[in-house]
């Protein structure tokens, strides 16, 4: 598996590359329209379908195409300067028009599927999203969402490999947090994983300036969403009896697996920003 992430990371880089320092804004704004909504329907089709193996009805492929669609109305809307909130809300108008279609109809197995899937879209897509939209803002000068991608991933990327190391070195290996729900977290691979955030967070502050205890803050605070986001997948994983969500990414597995990250990354940066006022 390292391997394999020892090929995929530097391919990922490169596409982050390519969104965030392409020659010319028109350039940007197309790449992260076309790559961010289908990493988000990627994410849902591959979730629904791991709620059908524990028999939760859904459409894994309207999950999906709605998704990522929901993702590319709210880049478009963003580009022409639509206020988030209204994104929001025309989605959840056509959310809520089309179980009640089905309803008259009398079709209950194809509403429950349609609730299901709309329960995955509101769960999942809607956190998503509100990742998406930290690609508008700057934080000290460079684009919101690149920081937390890359002081988001430290976590797990250093928590893999502390996790690994101290499996591997530490006499009778390493203390485990939540067996239960995700066998291979480990203390040891937390810690280690939320220094390497605030390491990546400081090399920011390095470079751009600014106040650095807002750096350290924010890092911690995303490496704790990272590590509960990674948690929560885990969970659901072990739940439906599968180790990675997809296979297209080697050594990663699927979109759903790289994104858990990001899970509660959204809210808590959407919840900063309102109370700062941005």
Not at 54 to 66: D, E, H, M, S, T
Not at 84 to 107: Q, T, Y
Not at 211 to 222: D, V
Not at 225 to 234: A, I, K, L, N
Request: hydrophobic letters at 55%.
């Amino acid at each position: 598996m390292f391997k394999y992430r020892i090929i995929s990371f530097p391919l990922l880089l490169a596409l982050l590359a390519a969104i965030f320092f392409a020659p010319s804004e028109s350039v940007r704004n197309l790449l992260f329209c076309a790559a961010a909504p289908l990493a988000v329907g990627l994410a849902l089709y591959e979730a629904a379908k791991l709620l059908l193996n524990i028999k939760l009805p859904c459409y894994p492929v309207f999950c999906g195409i709605a998704g990522g669609g929901y993702a590319l109305f709210f880049c478009l809307m963003r580009m022409f300067f639509f206020d988030i909130s209204m994104s929001l809300a025309s989605c959840g108008v056509a959310m809520l028009a089309v179980p009640w279609i089905v309803i008259l109809f009398k079709n209950e197995k194809m509403f429950r599927r349609l609730v299901g899937s709309f329960g995955v879209i509101l769960a999942l897509g809607v956190p998503l999203v509100l990742v998406l939209n930290l690609y508008y803002y700057d934080f000290n000068g460079i684009s919101l969402l690149l920081y937390v991608i890359l002081v988001t991933k430290a976590t797990d990327t250093g928590g893999y490999i502390f996790g690994m190391l101290s499996a591997k070195l530490l006499p009778g290996g390493n203390h485990k947090i939540a067996p239960q729900l995700s066998p291979k977290k480990s203390w040891e691979g937390f810690i280690g994983g939320v220094a390497l955030s605030v390491a990546v967070s400081l090399l920011f502050h390095h470079f751009n300036g600014g106040n650095i205890s807002e750096y350290i803050i924010f890092a911690l605070l995303l490496g704790v969403c990272s590590f509960f986001g990674d948690v929560t997948e885990s969970g659901l994983k072990r739940v439906c009896g599968v180790k990675d969500s997809g296979n297209w990414i080697p050594g990663m597995g699927g979109a759903f697996d790289v994104l858990d990250s990001f899970i509660y990354v959204g809210i808590v940066c959407t919840l900063i920003m309102i109370f700062k006022g941005i």
